[in-house]
């Protein structure tokens, strides 16, 4: 076929599934939300503030990996204006205008922003579940973030500031002597901020407050930072070792700070997201960016607290049953909270758990599911911590099988590791009998699945030089070292009770009025599984997690939301499609051409490949036309499943 070059009027644009995703936004009015709530009215700006956050999204779904600043490069062939709206070109797409988006969402706050539109996007679609999963992840960062640190941690000091003195993590201290320092981690040494004397007259009033009234003091000392200082999460202002008061203002930044690592990057800053997952649809209803330092069992408490005061604020009566790992099992904070509904796997490390665990089959009375295949459970009532509530003791026998494997690798890798230590220490010479005792305990304590008997033998030589006599004693030797002999076997009573632990577990629960069946709390646990989904979502490869390039912490988190408002158009997306495919009866096929009812969407943006617009400009009339192409049956029945909005965006 002998091709022809197209001349200066006709020209293509590629629409692929990026329809669906700008019709599914503009179906949950996602611009409209965010401009309402951020943004300047200014009529000369082309780009608002909520164009600007789908035209980010849409980058995001297209999973082309594309950094911000390459945002234009991205929807250079894209028919902005079908998917954005009118006078939106790809080059007012720019990085400016992007990180000014980003710059206003963290200004307002990025928790708060996108807690108000996921909560009514929720309620408008009745999406709300009953539980809400609960989970965090890391991302690793590379590069330097000078202003991540930006939240200050406050010490009032009567005393005179030593290094000693001060309580940990603390940046700024306050003495009587006017003298404000703050902590800095290079030399680990508080230096002196000359420059207060504009602050003192009324900081010195706050503190005279703060001694009399502590609660009526927080209103006040957010005012205070809010005005003098740059925006932060949180102020901790310590007022003595033992009171502590939070002052957070909307504007919303994170500390960029080494941490333990879930992606296993412990050579890389990071900072963590919390997320929460709701209903059958697993809508993200809150997302939270945390420091890179952040501890599961203390932020899980916390953004529960959050989350049922936003709804408070929203005038929200719908209560949730909050699902997370062991992480929210933490006796001193759980369960002195008992005000809320939980369900949360039991820490192994708990002795009652640990001791439940190892106990026989045969003292428990087992029930199984026929729609759990493989799992039996039971139940013990019990009042740890003071609270009554539910363990539910689970079986898996796939789990037993995959965790016993694993167990006796380790078990022979320790015995050969304990066969060379063994061997060194025998070949050891011990200055006296209670070093060799003191040894061979140490190898004991070090493998508690192996009885070792030691026996310390003394190591003698002749007094007499030359050759012993055929008639010498003990008398003619003398003692000069002790060593060890040892023999060694498995123990197996150590051995079956750990192999008893494995493939079980145990779920707890303080909702002991709903008589809630034991399988159907397995299941909700097991539902934790749609939050861990979100954030292999989030990570992957072709997402847009590279794209934290950015070197402001404050727009770090604001790109967060925007990775989670992705998450929430996909997950919406796609669960609107699997309900239309089961409501109408019908199917799409999978890779391998088999017909199925759940389809990812990932799997749909890939059948949805190729869909494009042509434009041909007619110089006489000074008109443009315009027609879709390459919509096969397939791409129309998905299109007509998605509903009025997506059909409109392709032109149906």
């Known amino acids: 076929m002998k091709l022809q070059v197209a001349n200066s009027n006709i020209s293509t644009q590629v629409m692929d599934h990026h329809g669906i995703v700008a019709g599914i936004c503009k179906e949950l009015n996602i611009a409209d939300k965010i401009n309402a709530r951020i943004g300047s009215k200014d009529p000369r700006r082309i780009v608002q503030a909520g164009t600007a956050v789908v035209a980010m999204i849409i980058n995001a779904l297209g999973f082309t990996n594309r950094r911000l600043y390459l945002t234009p490069q991205f929807f250079q062939s894209k028919a902005v204006e079908q998917l954005l709206g009118d006078n939106i070109t790809a080059d007012n797409l720019d990085d400016h205008s992007l990180g000014k988006s980003l710059d206003e969402a963290s200004a307002y706050g990025v928790t708060k922003l996108y807690g108000e539109i996921a ?13 809400a999963h609960l989970d965090t992840t890391s991302f690793s960062l590379s590069g330097s973030y000078e202003d991540a640190i930006n939240d200050y941690r406050i010490a009032i000091i009567d005393d005179k500031i030593t290094n000693k003195a001060l309580p940990k993590n603390i940046d700024i201290a306050i003495t009587k002597d006017r003298a404000i320092l703050y902590y800095t981690n290079t030399d680990n040494k508080f230096k002196t901020v000359t420059d207060i004397s504009k602050w003192w007259p009324e900081l010195q009033e706050l503190l005279i407050v703060a001694t009399q009234n502590i609660e009526a003091m927080q209103a006040t000392l957010q005012d205070f930072f809010i005005k003098n200082r740059d925006a932060a999460v949180t102020h901790k202002i310590r007022i003595s070792p033992n009171k502590t008061i939070d002052c957070i203002n909307e504007s919303q930044t994170v500390q960029v ?153 380790k078990l022979q890798q320790q015995m050969e590791q304990m066969e060379k230590d063994c061997w060194h220490f025998s070949n050891e010479i011990f200055n006296c009998v209670t070093d060799a005792k003191n040894a061979a305990l140490e190898i004991q304590k070090n493998y508690k699945f192996f009885i070792i008997e030691s026996q310390v033998e003394a190591v003698t030589k002749n007094i007499k030089k030359g050759r012993p006599s055929k008639k010498a004693t003990d008398a003619d ?54 939050v861990e989904s979100g954030f292999k979502f989030l990570k992957d490869p072709w997402f847009m997690v590279d794209s934290f390039f950015v070197k402001k912490a404050s727009r770090v988190a604001a790109l967060m939301m925007i990775m989670t408002l992705s998450l929430l158009v996909y997950n ?81």
């Not at 070292?481 to 707890?508: S, V």
């Open 257 to 409: 700070h080494y941490g333990h690592s879930k992606d296993h990057r412990s050579d890389l800053k990071q900072v963590m997201l919390s997320l929460s997952v709701t209903g059958d649809a697993n809508i993200p209803i809150w997302m939270e960016p945390q420091d890179g330092n952040s501890s599961d069992k203390t932020s899980f408490h916390e953004t529960i607290t959050r989350v049922e005061d936003f709804k408070k604020q929203l005038q929200l009566n719908h209560d949730f049953i909050w699902i997370a790992d062991s992480a929210l099992y933490t006796p001193e904070k759980l369960l002195k909270q008992n005000d809320i509904l939980w369900a949360s796997r039991v820490p192994e490390s708990i002795k009652e758990c640990k001791e439940l665990l190892q106990l026989d089959d045969e003292i428990f009375t087992w029930v199984s599911n026929s729609e759990h295949d493989g799992y039996k459970c039971t139940e013990v009532g019990t009042s740890y911590g003071g609270i009554k509530q539910r363990w539910i003791i689970v079986s898996s026998e796939q789990a037993y099988l995959r965790e016993k494997i694993t167990f006796d690798k």
């Open 572 to 652: 919406f997306a796609q669960h609107k499609l699997r309900t239309a495919l089961k409501k109408q009866n019908t199917t799409i096929p999978n890779q391998l051409g088999k017909q199925i009812q759940n389809p990812t969407m990932r799997w749909v943006f890939q059948i949805m490949e190729g869909i494009g617009i042509i434009k041909v400009y007619d110089k006489i009339t000074n008109t443009i036309s315009a027609m879709i192409t390459n919509l096969n049956d397939m791409r129309l029945k998905i299109i007509r499943l998605l509903g009025g909005t997506i059909c409109e965006m392709y032109g149906i």
């Open 119 to 131: 909560f009514e996007i929720a309620t408008e679609n009745k999406l709300l579940g009953k539980k």
């Open 477 to 530: 030797k003398m003692i000069t070292g002790y060593q060890l002999t040892f023999k060694f076997d498995k123990n197996m009573e150590t051995i079956k009770k750990q192999l008893r632990t494995k493939g079980r577990f145990i779920i707890a629960t303080n909702d002991i009025l709903t008589e809630t069946a034991p399988f159907d709390i397995l299941t909700q646990y097991k539902e934790q599984q749609g």
